[in-house]
């Protein structure tokens, strides 16, 4: 696609900019009760202008607001049953269904029965109210005026997250380098960066097998899925004291060891440098590194980066078999586009020692992901690479930063660190995230938004 | 010792009349799938086995009940084992309506069928050495677990470590085969019949195939776009799905069953024929060692004909069922349409193998239109992938013998 022919003012900011210039961001869990005299489509009819669209420059200090809804909200609203059907399964079921529970491995503490929001056990989740701003408490008065219009048409909220940016996550890590480039997208593409089609991240468009794969339909034929796409929400929180004591604990209080750990668990430094191009160290303070780097030709027995590391599991590049090329392009049909960001206070300390101290205190991250297709991307890639046992030839790891699935027979949780003459073990790793909710949502183009107003229930 | 080689056994029989829908027919049998199951641990040949319930129509009542098996060695012993576990379950045999108590060898010779092509991932293995296998690379990892935990590792070059491991193993007392066995495969690809056969295929494809095949997915295509003939492929909600769906990806591994008529005419059935005997003299020649296209994760694969003009396709795999057709998608498209643009509501092929299956949507939506549930499915190693097959194997002919640094280096690799 050599010019831009996405439809830049039907589709919402949020899928081809992150907003990082507006660190504070409200993610708001709305529910419409089904007593009379909630009005969710005049809701949606009164906040239809104000939401973001792509075609405003990103860099604005001017508040964002984007929304979504989950195929109970798509009811709410008024969308047949039929019309329904023509969603994509995944979001028909909902995150919080046993199926996709099964697929996605959240079982006991991460069972959707244990969830802060959009489980069974937790009031029905309608919609996701997307809101940004520069400054704390200009993001307070943007929530302020949502809830305010919300409740205004018989809505309520029930839950809420905020999300800041920081440039590090959690553990200590910087975060979100790698990021797909949207071909046709107004946004700067970085040399390192790979390009792909739009059709995988924003329905209407080819996808990487260049077909326009079925959009939802309205019975009246509005293509409702055209410049929308499916968001997956998950508040994965991060056990901080936890894993650096994990850490210390492997590599028996030597804190530079403990710190090597952590970077071969996730495969890069805390700089982001990877472990493939720096694998002993981290680059100094100040320096740059490149962030390129090839598996297949740096790292092919991964002594440098494990092949069970985070980074390897969530995006394998040309690592797979059968040949380096077929990989490169298998692996570009399940990217995502995270646009998460970081919950709660962060660690006050820097080092390993500091950071092991549990506070006690809930922090995460609010994973936040874009996709065209639920299965095929975010489904894929969490059953496939993230939390399968057998991944790149192993027999039996898992994602030792992020799974949370366990074998009730073998709950073994290592990390095999590849090398000459003898591969070492993270033996007996406990999990360091849980994810406390959430669900998948149909983000719709403004247009959608505009046919979904004017639905009459 | 000589290899073992393993083979395919089709059975597909008339179910017998007046059984009523498909539910309460295929529910009986489910009820029966965990002491089938125990009792078919018991057939040391068997790999991986199933019975399916098999509908004319996608949905429809069943007509027809399956039952394959993936096994070691002669097909009589086999037969023999399964009659033996199988005894207890007569009743439920006689849902085929020519079956007659104490006759299951008889039965099979009646009504087993040939699979012109036979898919294998690990050939020569049989599934007493796919056990032992895993047993010694189980013990040998648990080994150099304790090494490391000990910090017996420090400061050892692979040799060492190795020489320690094997002499650790020899320790446990335990009789085990150890070292190169024969698995019965060719020494080195013949390189020149493969040429000659890719020369060959491609010259018969390129005159005579592809052409007549073009001209005729022409007049299909025209048939198809009549009002009333079109493609009806499942839909993404299907509530038929639902019992294939809350099935699998339950464990490692996954069994397909695929069942579509042929498309009409007798140059569809013809080219069929050809395409699958072309396969297995390529995967006999070229790709023994078991690579489908580039994918790794198959155990057992194979097209079946039925004289009624229908394909019956049974895959016994690694992974989740969207990564195994995206695999298929991705990698072996080409052979996929080469084989079901012959059959019914195939997406849109040109020249036998363009577009086809590298449609990703469509092609997904139509292996679920004429997907069958699995009523009984069974699997002799399901915590195993072909992966792990081979590496084990591999870890066994290594833990012999002298090796050099490299080579001891390359042995440890494995664990």
């Known amino acids: 696609m050599a010019t831009s022919d996405l439809e830049l003012d039907d589709i919402q900011g949020i899928l081809l900019f992150a907003y990082a210039s507006l660190a504070h961001a409200a993610y708001v869990h709305v ?40 195929a109970e909200g798509l009811a709410r609203l008024g969308v047949s049953k039929k019309e329904i059907e023509s969603f994509p399964r995944e979001l028909q079921q909902g995150m919080g269904h046993d199926l996709r529970a099964h697929v996605l491995g959240d079982d006991a503490e991460n069972h959707p029965d244990t969830w802060e929001v959009g489980g069974p056990k937790n009031e029905p989740l309608h919609a996701l109210l ?43 890590f910087a975060d979100g380098i790698e990021q797909p480039h949207i071909a046709g997208s107004p946004r700067r593409k970085e040399a390192h960066q790979v390009e792909i089609p739009a059709g995988e991240f924003i329905l209407g468009y080819a996808n990487a097998y260049g077909e326009m794969p079925p959009s939802p339909r309205g019975g009246d034929g509005f293509d409702i899925g055209k410049n929308g796409t499916y968001l997956v929400y998950r508040k994965l929180r991060q056990h901080v004291g936890r894993f650096w004591e994990a850490m210390l604990t492997q590599a028996e209080h030597d804190e530079k060891r403990a710190s090597l ?142 799974a949370t699935a366990k074998d009730d027979d073998d709950p073994r949780a290592d990390l095999t660190m590849q090398g000459t003459p003898v591969r070492g073990k993270l033996a007996g790793l406990p999990r360091f995230v849980t994810n406390r909710g959430g669900g998948y949502f149909f983000l719709p183009g403004k247009k959608a938004i505009a046919w979904l107003a004017a639905r009459k229930r | 010792m000589p290899a073992t080689q393993q083979h395919p056994l089709t059975v597909v029989a008339p179910l017998r009349d007046g059984l009523g829908p498909l539910d309460a027919v295929s529910a009986s049998m489910k009820a029966l799938r965990d002491p089938v199951i125990e009792r078919l641990r018991g057939v040391k040949t068997l790999h991986f086995g199933r019975f399916v319930l098999l509908p004319d129509e996608p949905g429809g009542p069943p007509t027809r009940l399956a039952f394959e098996s993936n096994h070691d060695g002669e097909r009589a012993p086999h037969v023999k084992e399964l009659a033996e576990a199988l005894a207890p379950f007569e009743d439920a045999l006689c849902l085929w309506k020519d079956y007659r108590k104490g006759r299951f060898a008889d039965f099979v010779e009646k009504h087993a069928l040939p699979a012109p092509t036979f898919y294998l991932g690990h050939p020569g293995l049989t599934v007493e050495q796919i056990h032992a296998d895993d047993e010694v690379r189980d013990r040998l990892a648990g080994l150099l677990d304790e090494m ?60 005579g195939v592809v052409p007549v095949t073009a001209v005729q997915e022409i007049f299909e295509r025209i048939e198809e776009s009549k009002p009333g003939n079109e493609p009806r492929l499942i839909g993404e909600g299907d509530p038929r799905l639902d019992p294939i769906i809350d099935h699998e990806d339950r464990v490692t591994q996954n069994g397909l069953t695929h069942f579509v008529p042929l498309r009409p005419g007798k140059w569809r059935k013809a080219t069929m024929r050809f395409v699958l005997w072309f396969l297995e003299q390529a995967r006999q020649k070229i790709a023994y060692q078991g690579t489908l296209g580039g994918i790794s994760s198959i155990h057992f694969a194979r097209w079946v004909i039925l004289d009624d003009d229908r394909v019956l396709f049974f895959s016994n795999y690694d992974g989740s069922w969207e990564a195994y057709l995206g695999d298929f998608v991705d990698k072996a498209h080409l052979y996929l349409s080469a084989v079901w643009s012959n059959t019914k509501w195939f997406p849109k092929t040109y020249g036998l193998v363009l577009e086809g299956a590298s449609k990703e949507s469509t092609f997904k939506q139509w292996v679920r239109t004429f997907q069958v549930e699995n009523q009984i499915w069974y699997s002799a190693y399901p915590k195993l992938t072909v992966q792990n097959v081979l590496d084990n194997a591999r870890v066994r002919e290594g833990a012999v013998g002298v090796m050099t640094e490299d080579e001891a280096q390359a042995w440890l690799r494995l664990f």
């Open chain 1, 261 to 402: 750990y952590a970077a071969r668990i996730i495969g890069r430094w805390p700089s982001g440098a990877p472990l493939v191009r720096h694998p002993l160290e981290d680059v100094k303070h100040g320096e740059t590194y490149d962030p390129a780097f090839d598996f297949d030709k740096l790292d092919r027995d991964g002594s440098r980066c494990p092949f069970g590391a985070h980074i390897r599991r969530a995006n394998p590049r040309n690592m797979l078999p059968p040949d380096p090329q077929a990989s490169m392009k298998a692996v570009q049909r399940h990217r995502l586009l995270r646009r998460g960001r970081p919950y709660g206070p962060p660690v006050a300390a820097h080092s390993p020692e500091g950071r092991a101290k549990d506070d006690g205190v809930d922090r995460g991250l609010v994973f936040l992901v874009l996709n065209a297709s639920i299965r095929r991307q975010f489904e894929f890639v969490q059953q496939t690479w993230l939390n399968n046992p057998k991944f790149a030839g192993l027999y039996h790891e898992r994602d030792p930063l992020v």
């Open chain 2, 148 to 207: 490391d935990g000990a910090d017996r590792l420090d400061g050892k070059s692979a040799y060492q470590i190795r020489e320690e491991l094997l002499a650790k193993l020899a320790d446990d007392g335990k009789p085990r085969t150890l070292g190169f066995v024969d698995r019965g495969l060719p020494v080195q690809p013949f390189a020149e019949r493969r040429m000659h056969l890719v020369i060959a295929g491609t010259v018969l494809a390129a005159v």
């Open chain 1, 31 to 70: 529910t419409f009760p089904a007593a009379a005299g909630t009005k969710p489509n005049a809701w949606l009819g009164k906040i239809a202008k104000d939401i973001a669209a792509s075609n405003v420059h990103h860099g604005k200090r001017g508040d964002k607001i984007n929304v979504a809804f989950t």
């Open chain 1, 130 to 172: 997307l809101l940004y701003s520069h400054e704390p408490d200009t993001l307070e008065k943007l929530r302020e005026r949502e809830v305010g219009r919300l409740s205004d048409h018989g809505g309520a909220v029930v839950h809420v997250d905020l999300g800041h940016v920081r440039g590090k996550e959690h553990f200590g």
